[in-house]
């Protein structure tokens, strides 16, 4: 498959987290066909990885976020820092993965909206994706995209475990959906 003329894309996969060497790892993804992938930041930490791993591999782009989880560390410097690479390097391709997450509440509600608006925002002035992570949050996720349908929001929602009510919502705004395990484990 290493040839493949439509190479497979990880679009979600999380490089910066990995202990072990992602040389390694991303020789046995080629051998089986994966084109290039985007590794998704998730804070400050994850965020700087993410650029270094982008600048080393060819193969590897990635967005740059504030995970719901790390809301509660959310910081203007460091969005503004975000808002630099994405006009500077061009391996960056999205922000994010941003959202709510009410089903671990690592962080308040009101810093998990907050950080994803100032995101969302980020996003339309760029010009690029973002990737949304919504977990038991459909009501408050609907609330807050409402804001910006016709504002040129773009994106892909990933780990999809929400209703078809939602799913039919954020399909009709213009989002892609994503499915994994845990969407897949849900819907048994």
Not at 121 to 147: C, K, Q, T
Request: with cysteine; net charge negative; hydrophobic share 35%.
């Amino acid at each position: 498959m290493e040839n493949s003329i439509y190479p497979w894309v990880d679009s979600h996969c999380h490089l910066e987290m990995l202990k072990g060497d992602v040389s390694t790892i991303l020789d046995d993804a080629r051998k089986e066909g994966v084109g290039f992938c985007i590794s998704i930041g998730t804070g400050v930490s994850a965020n700087q990885k993410v650029v270094d791993l982008s600048s080393r591999f060819h193969d590897v782009y990635g967005t740059l976020g504030f995970h719901p989880h790390y809301a509660s560390r959310f910081d203007q410097l460091h969005l503004d820092w975000i808002r630099d690479e994405i006009r500077e390097n061009s391996k960056i391709v999205g922000v994010g993965e941003c959202g709510f997450d009410f089903y671990y509440n690592q962080s308040g509600r009101e810093d998990q909206k907050v950080a994803f608006a100032a995101q969302l925002d980020l996003a339309i002035e760029s010009g690029v994706p973002v990737v949304i992570h919504s977990r038991e949050a459909d009501v408050e996720a609907r609330d807050i995209l409402e804001g910006y349908r016709g504002k040129g929001l773009t994106g892909v929602v990933h780990c999809f475990t929400s209703s078809i009510e939602q799913a039919r919502y954020l399909l009709d705004f213009g989002f892609y959906l994503s499915f994994n395990g845990i969407s897949m484990k849900w819907y048994r």
